[in-house]
Structure formats: C-alpha cells, structure tokens
C-alpha cells in the first residue's frame, strides 16, 4: 500500500481496523449495517480526499442502499488497515445483477469497450448483494482511454447509446492524467476538461487527456 490507491478502488478492511473507525465514530456503531459492514465481507471504495482528511490516511466511502437511508459515509484508515485493493468490477461481471431492460445496453457498451467497469449502484449490488438498484439508478461507468483513434470518438460513440439508454449514463473515461467525465469531452479539442486524481483536480485541454497525456 505503499502507492496511493486509484479513485474507485474497492478495499477490503482488517477487523481491526474498521473497531477503530467505529470507535471514533459511534454515532456509526449504532447502525448494525455500519457496524458490521467488514465483518460480511463487504467492500470500501477509495475516494477524493477532503478537507477534513489527514494526509497519513487513505479516504473511503460506503454508500448505503436506498432501504438503508442511501446515506455516502466516509471514513479514513491507515493503510496498513487495508488488506486486499482491487478495481472496480468489470461492468461484464456485474451485468447479471442489472435490470432485464438494461442488458441491450450494456451489450452495446460492451462492445464498444469489453474493459468497462462500473463503480455505482450495479457494482454495490454485485459485490454485496443488497439492494441498491432502482427505478432511477445511473448506469455508473469507468471508460480505460483505448488507443489514440478509438479515443477521439469514444465520448460520441458514448453519446449515441446515452441517446437510446433507458437509465442515464455517468462516469469518466480514465486516462494516465486521471478521469474525466464522459460529457465534458464531447465538446472541442481545445476545450478544458477537469481531470481527477487521487492527488486532486487539475486541467486540460480535451485533445491533451485523449492523447494520453499524463498531465
């Protein structure tokens, strides 16, 4: 854990550390879903840092199902309290917990890029097994930047299944410089585009990200 972990990351936590975050933090302790969210196996996700967040933790997020409040909750642990880190799902893996209406869709984002992964809801729902999908969930998408010519049309080709999708399509395409989300770069090469890290957010013109530039 030497490295910081990418956005999206999901982690898994030593029983030890998620004790601590609970004892810091009892108003948590009292929700039986928080308190023994580790303990069933369920994952963390690796998000932004905020103000309030110390240089010498890593910044995870649980989001709660609907049923459960659909509150966002962060909390911080040391790294040595992160025992596995992997990426988000691959939106292939995930898709069998997907609404029947959505599959047409997801085929076609499949076939544009095999690599998709999903970090929202259909990933929450196929890691846990609780219900967080509804009839107003996003289809919550992470894009690999593919190879220099696929990736000049890939936010257009994004664009036209978004045209067709029955729920709406959010996420960023991710390149070497961080990810950007997918609307931001359908507009012209020499636009700015917000790119997010884990070390924060910068700028870039939209031809520069699609290149794959590194900042």
Request: aromatic share 4%; charged share 20%; glycine share 6%.
């Amino acid at each position: 854990m030497a490295e910081a972990l990418a956005r999206h990351s999901m982690v898994k936590a030593s029983a030890s550390g998620w004790a601590a975050v609970m004892n810091r933090s009892p108003e948590l302790a009292s929700e039986p879903i928080v308190a023994g969210w580790v303990d069933a196996g369920r994952p963390l996700i690796v998000r932004r840092p905020g103000c309030s967040d110390t240089a010498d933790l890593v910044p995870l997020g649980l989001p709660l199902p609907p049923c459960h409040g659909k509150r966002r909750i962060a909390v911080s642990l040391a790294a040595a309290d992160i025992l596995t880190s992997a990426p988000p799902p691959l939106l292939a893996d995930a898709a069998e917990a997907a609404p029947a209406h959505w599959r047409a869709t997801i085929d076609l984002l499949l076939q544009l890029v095999p690599e998709t992964r999903t970090f929202g809801s259909l990933a929450w729902q196929h890691l846990t097994g609780l219900p967080y999908l509804s009839e107003r969930s996003d289809l919550d998408l992470l894009w690999p930047l593919p190879a220099v010519m696929q990736a000049k049309t890939l936010p257009s080709d994004i664009a036209a299944i978004a045209k067709q999708a029955p729920m709406r399509l959010d996420g960023e395409i991710t390149g070497p410089a961080g990810g950007v989300q997918w609307r931001e770069l359908t507009g012209a090469d020499e636009d700015e585009v917000l790119v997010k890290s884990s070390a924060g957010v910068a700028s870039m013109t939209r031809a520069a990200f699609l290149s794959g530039a590194a900042s």
